[in-house]
């Protein structure tokens, strides 16, 4: 295992500046996963640590040694990237053992090692399998082992489920999870399904053009995400601009309760969608807010419904199967303060 630290890494591509100072640490033994919008500067991350890609300034140091300078196959780093990069014409045996060979291990002992890395992704006795016939799971299986088999310091992971279908990849991000936990490997990653990231992950990365806008525990960035960006980004488009006044906050849809304890002042105001509450339209009678049910989205235990709010921007509202509203119907429109995060101003 080996610790990483990353202190104002810059990477530019002629006049744009792709990394702009990042700063970021990795504990020996803990998981990142980085995740970001097209363009936000997670693969440059990547493959600038990996000695894939020059760096222009800032340092990369693996367990204290700078390597900012040092080529890829001497950083001791393990890579896997989305599209696996198998070897069509060796057996799984040899995909996995090359790392073995270019790094002179003996015959027996990469045959010894090759042995117990299939059996520890779940493939024992594959060895003499063709690529060709493997599945996308079992090559991606396949390709973690050849990352793991020389023993890195560091895992780094570039889109390592992506091609895989949903299903396939929920089963696998378990397995990977439990994997890292019982070889204490040190996992750098990269993926743009946060899903994925907050599953495998003990913390989450967050990058917006080229620099962290958010890093925490997957718990901290759902609950509390740093900015509205942060809040878009991971699926939340319920963020209207507002003014926090003790209990409740002036927004476009009105008054919105807010937490106890919020601070006053100019902000965003997020509310996730199982805050909304619907109701009779009779109950906002009093002049309370009213909204026109837009589109309903089925999510397997719930509906979203999209509203077309009387005043101010949409808004999606989760709702239980057997109680939401259909499309065209009137509802009235509330709002409950434990789903309602301040943020700062857009």
Known sequence: MASLDVTGLTVRFGGHTALDGVDLAVAEGETV???????????TLLRAVAGLRPVDAGRVLLAGRDVARVPA?????????????????????????????????????????VTE??????????????????????????ALARALAPEPGLLMLDEPLGQLDRGLRERLVVELRQLFDRLGTTVLAVTHDHSEAFALADRVVIMAEGRIAQSGTPVQVWERPASPFVARFLGFDNVVPGTARGAAADTPWGPVPLPPGTPPGPCSVLVRPAGVRLGEPRDADGGGLTGTVAARTFRGDHVVVLLDMARGPRAEAACPLR????????VAVGFDAADVVRLPPA
């Open 73 to 113: 196959h001497r950083r001791g780093v393990g890579l896997m990237f989305q599209d696996h990069q198998l070897f069509p014409q060796r057996d799984v045996a040899g995909n996995v053992a090359f790392g073995l060979r270019v790094r002179g291990v003996g015959k027996a002992a990469a045959r010894e090692r």
């Open 33 to 43: 996963c980085v995740l970001g919008p097209s363009g936000s500067g997670k693969s």
């Open 117 to 142: 890395l299939l059996e520890l992704v779940g493939l024992p006795g594959a060895g003499r399998r063709a690529v060709a016939s493997l599945s996308g799971g079992e090559q991606q299986r396949v």
């Open 323 to 330: 109680s939401a509203p259909e499309v065209g119907e009137r």
